[in-house]
């Protein structure tokens, strides 16, 4: 089988300033493989990754590319030489079409003399798109596009290079099941055509159901290789981690008090008609697809987006919520589903951002603030949430994702509100740090507040929730209680 | 051992990072000071800063606005207009207090219709406070007919040319907005908002912040400086000249990101905004001390704004590497 084997990393070292971020690590990937890769953040899957592609350069080791000793000096020469990646972050140009985006600087082939014939352009988009059964017009804008379908947009550019090597960083992160489907279709496509395929990954169900083969990582080193038909997640997981993870979800007490919120009849760009109420000490799971109107429905309660019409109670008292202030002040708080975007405040430090929704807690005569009172209440705060960061005057961007969004998680935590709407709150975060955010949305149930889970993982749902609803095109379509909700159930009700 | 060290130079980098407009002024001044001996005259020293001090009032509302993530391209033409129009009431005989209280009103107002275009209609404040600039223009030469107002009464003067004690009042004045603004903006919770707006629009009002009403708060602010430069500048040529603020806002650019806040907003400097005014006023006269061509002089300007901003981005991302391999010896 020893011919087989297409791409070899062998004693792969790299490190950043003095800090070793790979040590000797290897990865054999095969022809016609799915090769997954797994490991916590920061276990040097995206620096080898980086370094494979010719982003970044090796300290010692070797890539041998069918045999051969490689060094590409930039991703173009790894593309030149039919290895292709779909990054993580989607890296399209918005203001352009899908097919203008699928061959940009690649347009040798529809030269019309000087000219790019569009016409031949978007007929091989439409048939490329066709081939995989997506069903995305290849003349739209990316800008229309949802996050999905911009990934699968993402999918069809790498496909389209035909590359022999295919590296995908966490593509599923923002995919909902229905695209996902679409996604490890094409995957065993690929896979049949004899196309090696390195899967980058957090979720282990998504892993073992469609990989060949996995490797892990874990602190830069490389831990081993398994078939996926000879292991299991809790194998996998105690490899991840380097102990044995019994329980990754909390067992939850909670006793379920009077209703905090009631939604009623509340409809938007997106949902209609959406009724619900949420107690003290319960968490609501809401299940869907994306695009099923879940986050539209929180961004509309919450007071981001205008809500056409309905009423949002709170305590019972019918309240005017107009924007994101009014709900903050009536005692509700919202993990938004991007970060980046809605979330952190990029050029401030991770105290600013901390202390930012309770800033009037602190304000002293003349609106200064008393940054002595402030650095101990953020303090506290990053303590009880094991925020792991140098100190708290860095920026908050130096941080990884988990911690980082154990920081918005604290920043909201320090309002002490009595609602808390989570969407997506654990999307591109490792595993250790996940098993320390469900803990935490455990405890907060337990002493009585209000948790609402958007999620698209539907373990986490089950895991976490005490009633669950389920919405499909902007309808609540379902509602049952935790012990009543199974994978198959909820699946048959948001497709349908 | 080494621990320290990293430490160290962090604090060192940053120092360096907050002080590179005050260190390239040393070294400018040191050099300049080496060719003539007219520089370090009390006189000479007095008279730049003086003439920095309606340009520096001026910058240091821009400094708000950038940091605020938003841009105010009117400056320039609304500090013209609302001199002519104080000149036009105070020689009309209106006194001295109406005028001032007028000054800062308008000033005010003009910021607030600003704000109130941009923010209402969704639109970009480039392209609106620059069309509102030419709008100023007009209305400043509408009203005094094109031709400059002299004859100004002494309490205007006294704007440019007073002394309380052994200080003169425009330089007075500047320090107390000066420190007023480091206030403002450094310290309070509006300051913070406003910083968190620069930052990140969207995620300060998911936190909860009014970013409309702190976006209004600080093109107010803003006017309220220009309308307190202009009595400056007029005071201090004795006559409102028609073309007065005319590009202004370019030096405002050029002395703000200089001191160290970014275009990009989210980040303040509000000291190095004064120390971004003086270094741009130094080259003009020691250029001058030296007899340069004053064409040259504009290339100077030119290539110390693009240094500044040059030693910014690699100062900050040699910063990053130092924070960053601090924190890795230490876990």
Redesign the interface.
């Known amino acids: 089988m020893q011919d087989n084997t297409i791409l070899e990393v062998k004693d792969l070292s790299k490190s950043?300033?003095?800090?070793m971020a790979l040590n000797k690590v290897s990865l054999s990937v095969r022809r016609g493989e799915v090769h997954a890769v797994i490991g916590e953040n920061g276990a040097g899957k995206s620096t080898m990754m980086n370094i494979i592609m010719g982003d970044l350069k090796r300290d010692h080791g070797e890539i041998l590319l069918k045999g051969q000793p490689t060094d590409f000096k930039s991703p173009a020469d790894a593309i030149a030489s039919g290895i292709s990646m779909i990054h993580q972050e989607i890296s399209l140009v918005p203001t352009l079409s899908v097919a203008e985006n699928i061959w940009l600087h690649r347009e040798e082939q529809f030269m019309n003399g000087p000219f790019i014939s569009g016409k031949k352009r978007l007929e091989a988009t439409r048939e490329l798109l066709d081939r995989m059964g997506i069903n995305i017009n290849a003349g739209s804008l990316v800008s229309e596009l949802t996050v999905a379908q911009a990934q699968l947009v993402e999918l069809a550019r790498a496909i389209s290079t035909n590359a022999e090597i295919i590296i995908m960083d966490e593509p599923t992160s923002s995919l909902s099941d229905k695209e996902i489907a679409i996604l490890f279709r094409v995957m065993r496509d690929l896979r049949e055509k004899g196309v090696a395929i390195i899967f980058i990954t957090h979720k282990i169900e998504e892993l073992l159901s469609i990989s060949d083969r996995v490797s892990v990582y874990r602190d830069g080193c490389y831990i081993g290789t398994q078939s996926c038909a000879e292991t299991n997640k809790d194998d996998l997981i105690s490899m991840i981690i380097g102990r044995t993870l019994t329980e990754q979800y909390p067992e939850i007490h909670a006793k379920e008090g009077k209703t905090v919120l009631e939604v009623k009849n509340l409809s938007g760009s997106g949902y209609h008609d959406i009724s619900f109420r949420v107690h003290e000490g319960e968490i609501i799971g809401f299940s869907g697809l994306v695009g099923a109107g879940r986050s539209e429905v929180m961004r509309g309660i919450?007071g981001?987006d205008k809500r056409a019409s309905g009423e949002i109670l709170l305590d019972g008292q019918k309240v005017e919520i107009h924007?994101?202030?009014d709900?903050?002040?009536l005692g509700m708080a919202?993990v938004?589903e991007d970060r980046r975007?809605?979330?952190?405040?990029?050029?401030?430090s991770v105290r600013?951002n901390m202390s930012?929704?309770m800033?009037?807690e602190f304000?002293g005569s003349?609106?200064?603030?008393n940054v002595r009172k402030e650095a101990e209440a953020v303090n506290g705060m990053m303590k009880e949430l094991s925020v792991k960061a140098?100190n708290m005057n860095?920026l908050i961007t130096?941080l990884s994702g988990g911690n980082q969004q154990k920081a918005i998680l604290g920043?909201w935590l320090m309002t002490k509100p009595k609602l808390l709407i989570l969407d997506e709150p654990t999307r591109g975060i490792d595993v250790g740090a996940k098993a320390e955010i469900y803990r935490l949305i455990g405890k907060l149930a337990e002493e009585g507040m209000a948790i609402i889970l958007v999620s698209s993982e539907m373990p986490e749902i089950l895991g976490m929730s005490s009633r669950v609803f389920v919405m499909r095109d902007g309808d609540l379509v379902f509602e049952c209680s935790a012990t009543e909700a199974t994978q198959e159930l909820l699946g048959k009700h948001a497709l349908g | 051992m080494t621990k320290k060290k990293g430490l160290d130079s962090e604090k060192l980098m940053q120092f360096f990072m907050d002080n590179k407009a005050a260190i390239i002024l040393i070294i400018f001044v040191a050099v300049v000071s080496c060719l003539t001996s007219d520089f370090f005259t009390g006189r000479n020293i007095s008279n730049i800063f003086r003439q920095i001090c309606a340009s520096c009032v001026l910058s240091l509302g821009f400094t708000l606005v950038l940091a605020s993530g938003a841009i105010d391209l009117s400056v320039g033409y609304m500090l013209g207009m609302i001199g002519i129009a104080t000149a036009l009431m105070s020689v009309n005989g209106v006194p001295a207090v109406v005028v001032i209280l007028s000054a800062i009103v308008i000033g005010g107002f003009c910021g607030f219709i600003n704000a109130f275009i941009t923010q209402v209609f969704e639109l970009a404040p480039f392209i609106v406070t620059l069309a509102m600039g030419m709008v100023y223009q007009g209305i400043n030469l509408l009203m005094c007919h094109s031709k400059s107002i002299a004859g100004l009464p002494d309490w205007y003067k006294f704007f440019g040319n007073g002394k309380i004690g052994p200080i003169p009042f425009p330089i007075l004045l500047m320090l107390v907005m000066v420190a007023f603004m480091m206030?403002l903006v450094q310290?309070?919770?509006?300051g913070?908002?406003a910083?968190?707006c620069?930052?990140?629009r969207?995620?300060?009002?998911?936190?909860?912040?009014?970013t409309g009403k702190i976006i209004y708060i600080v093109y107010i602010l803003t006017g309220i400086c220009v309308g307190i430069a202009a009595l400056l500048l007029t005071g201090r040529t004795a006559s409102a000249q028609t073309g007065a603020g005319a590009g202004m806002e370019m030096d405002c650019v050029a002395s703000v990101v200089i001191g160290g806040t970014p275009m990009?907003?989210?980040?303040v400097n509000v000291f190095g905004t004064l120390i971004g005014c003086l270094l741009i006023q130094v080259i003009s006269n020691s250029l001058n001390l030296l007899g340069v061509d004053s064409n040259w002089q504009k290339i100077a300007k030119g290539a110390v704004i693009i240094v500044a901003i040059i030693l910014d981005r690699q100062g900050s991302k040699l910063l990053?590497?130092i924070?960053?391999?601090?924190?890795?010896?230490?876990a």
């Open positions: 950043f300033l003095g800090v919450f981001i924007s994101p202030g709900a903050v002040g919202m938004t975007d809605m979330g952190i405040i990029r050029t401030g600013e930012i929704s800033l009037q304000t003349f609106g200064i603030v140098a860095m130096s920043r | 206030v310290k309070t919770r509006f913070r908002y910083l968190a620069g930052g990140n969207k995620a300060a009002r998911v936190c909860g912040i009014p990009e907003g989210g980040k990053d590497r924070r960053v391999r601090k924190v890795q010896t230490e």
